[in-house]
């Protein structure tokens, strides 16, 4: 009988959802469904100082709205300090791991004066060469000794990381790790703590990094806003081109075929196609793809998608004073107006030009609602309304032209 293959997706919230969780969420996805598996998900929330309630829900949010649906209950390891507990407890006893007092502080700094002795728990490093077979990056070997005795808690109720995924993982009876290369160096670790408490070897395929267009490595820091899932939504981009563009990086299908649905994805995955170098965060290709999408939605499935909650469809009756966002100037708004047709026509970067303005403006009023607001109004004449992306992606360069000139006309 051949075993079940079970993947997981443990984000930690800590964040908002990034583009680098989507990929790992999808790559596990597809791969437990197309092997009629389990896809799990675990909120790795064990740091309780860092870890956000709001974080969590939105990640979760995400991941319906991108219809990655998970299999079985939702873990959580903040409700789990128990059966850690036990672990750590069993592997003291059998002589695997011990409590050590450490010296904390330093003496020559003023500031901190003196040290103060602190206990932790330690793992006993059996000190040996860990190889790993990994499905993107072939044989990987580890000389486990200058990892020394590393701390796995910091006390029986506190675990850390490695032995918290270890026992989860074990638990769970997942089969196949699939994260990214920012975490191979984990793996080691892990792999050694497995081994102590007994668990079997997962299979582990850890994924290229996802680079920006510079070929640096995408981070918040350098990039902000853009490496998150929530910026990408917020510019109307579908879920399904979303998922496509994500599936294409650090994978290809090896035909020249590039659009398809998730349920195709399921099917032509193949996680040993995964390349082993970067893989290129490509805004334009995803914008490219997402039009892709939207032209295979049906015109009814189009207005479905906003008629669900807005009647964005019937012409909009304007309230000239509602145009104006905040205590932004008629004539300003109507500058921005103007500039956003041009922009419209041109098939440019909306999103640019307002996060410019916002950022131009007095302080009362900035923000990229400066231009976005009068957009969305113009467009639907509705004080809620999806933004002003996917109205034009719905209504059609045509149309969304023709009602901003209208309210142009009316401020001038
Ligand atoms: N919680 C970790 C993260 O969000 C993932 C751990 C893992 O995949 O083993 O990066």
Same mark, same amino acid.
């Given at each position: 009988?051949?075993?079940?293959?079970?993947?997981?997706?443990?984000?930690?919230?800590?964040?908002?959802?990034?583009?680098?969780?989507?990929?790992?969420?999808?790559? +596990?996805?597809?791969?437990?469904?197309?092997?009629?598996?389990?896809?799990?998900?675990?909120?790795?929330?064990?740091?309780?100082?860092?870890?956000?309630?709001?974080?969590?829900?939105?990640?979760?949010?995400?991941?319906?709205?991108?219809?990655?649906?998970?299999?079985?209950?939702?873990?959580?390891?903040?409700?789990?300090?128990?059966?850690?507990?036990?672990?750590?407890?069993?592997?003291?006893?059998?002589?695997?791991?011990?409590?050590?007092?450490?010296?904390?502080?330093?003496?020559?700094?003023?500031?901190?004066?003196?040290?103060?002795?602190?206990?932790?728990?330690?793992?006993?490093?059996?000190?040996?060469?860990?190889?790993?077979?990994?499905?993107?990056?072939?044989?990987?070997?580890?000389?486990?000794?200058?990892?020394?005795?590393?701390?796995?808690?910091?006390?029986?109720?506190?675990?850390?990381?490695?032995?918290?995924?270890?026992?989860?993982?074990?638990?769970?009876?997942?089969?196949?790790?699939?994260?990214?290369?920012?975490?191979?160096?984990?793996?080691?670790?892990?792999?050694?703590?497995?081994?102590?408490?007994?668990?079997?070897?997962?299979?582990?395929?850890?994924?290229?990094?996802?680079?920006?267009?510079?070929?640096?490595?995408?981070?918040?820091?350098?990039?902000?806003?853009?490496?998150?899932?929530?910026?990408?939504?917020?510019?109307?981009?579908?879920?399904?081109?979303?998922?496509?563009?994500?599936?294409?990086?650090?994978? +290809?299908?090896?035909?020249?075929?590039?659009?398809?649905?998730?349920?195709?994805?399921?099917?032509?995955?193949?996680?040993?196609?995964?390349?082993?170098?970067?893989?290129?965060?490509?805004?334009?290709?995803?914008?490219?793809?997402?039009?892709?999408?939207?032209?295979?939605?049906?015109?009814?499935?189009?207005?479905?998608?906003?008629?669900?909650?807005?009647?964005?469809?019937?012409?909009?009756?304007?309230?000239?004073?509602?145009?104006?966002?905040?205590?932004?100037?008629?004539?300003?708004?109507?500058?921005?107006?103007?500039?956003?047709?041009?922009?419209?026509?041109?098939?440019?970067?909306?999103?640019?030009?307002?996060?410019?303005?916002?950022?131009?403006?007095?302080?009362?009023?900035?923000?990229?609602?400066?231009?976005?607001?009068?957009?969305?109004?113009?467009?639907?004449?509705?004080?809620?309304?999806?933004?002003?992306?996917?109205?034009?992606?719905?209504?059609?360069?045509?149309?969304?032209?023709?009602?901003?000139?209208?309210?142009?006309?009316?401020?001038?």
């Amino acid at each position: 009988m051949s075993q079940k293959i079970i993947t997981r997706f443990p984000p930690s919230p800590t964040g908002p959802m990034h583009i680098g969780n989507v990929r790992t969420a999808l790559f +596990n996805y597809l791969y437990a469904k197309q092997n009629s598996g389990d896809f799990i998900v675990r909120v790795e929330d064990t740091d309780k100082a860092r870890s956000k309630k709001e974080h969590e829900e939105g990640m979760l949010e995400s991941l319906e709205w991108l219809g990655l649906k998970r299999n079985g209950e939702l873990w959580h390891q903040s409700e789990r300090t128990e059966i850690y507990k036990k672990y750590l407890q069993k592997l003291i006893d059998l002589g695997k791991a011990y409590i050590s007092t450490e010296t904390e502080g330093d003496p020559t700094s003023p500031r901190l004066r003196g040290t103060w002795n602190r206990e932790v728990i330690r793992f006993k490093n059996p000190n040996k060469q860990v190889t790993f077979e990994d499905l993107v990056r072939g044989t990987v070997g580890f000389d486990t000794r200058e990892l020394g005795d590393f701390i796995i808690a910091k006390n029986l109720e506190e675990p850390l990381y490695h032995l918290a995924v270890v026992v989860d993982d074990f638990e769970s009876g997942v089969t196949h790790v699939i994260r990214g290369e920012d975490h191979i160096s984990n793996t080691p670790r892990q792999i050694l703590l497995q081994e102590a408490i007994g668990a079997p070897r997962p299979v582990y395929a850890h994924l290229p990094l996802i680079l920006a267009s510079d070929r640096s490595k995408l981070s918040k820091r350098k990039h902000g806003e853009s490496v998150s899932l929530g910026y990408y939504r917020e510019k109307g981009y579908l879920p399904q081109a979303i998922l496509n563009y994500m599936a294409l990086l650090g994978w +290809n299908p090896g035909t020249d075929q590039e659009i398809f649905t998730l349920d195709e994805l399921i099917k032509v995955f193949n996680i040993s196609k995964i390349h082993k170098g970067g893989a290129i965060f490509d805004e334009k290709k995803l914008e490219w793809m997402n039009k892709q999408h939207i032209n295979l939605l049906s015109p009814e499935e189009k207005q479905k998608i906003i008629a669900r909650e807005f009647d964005v469809t019937s012409v909009p009756v304007i309230d000239k004073t509602k145009v104006c966002w905040k205590d932004v100037s008629q004539s300003e708004t109507l500058k921005h107006l103007e500039r956003a047709v041009e922009i419209i026509k041109n098939n440019g970067d909306l999103m640019a030009y307002a996060i410019e303005m916002g950022k131009a403006s007095p302080s009362q009023s900035r923000g990229r609602g400066n231009v976005l607001w009068p957009l969305r109004y113009a467009l639907t004449g509705l004080e809620k309304s999806p933004d002003p992306f996917t109205l034009i992606a719905i209504l059609g360069v045509e149309e969304s032209i023709k009602r901003v000139e209208k309210v142009i006309e009316l401020l001038k």
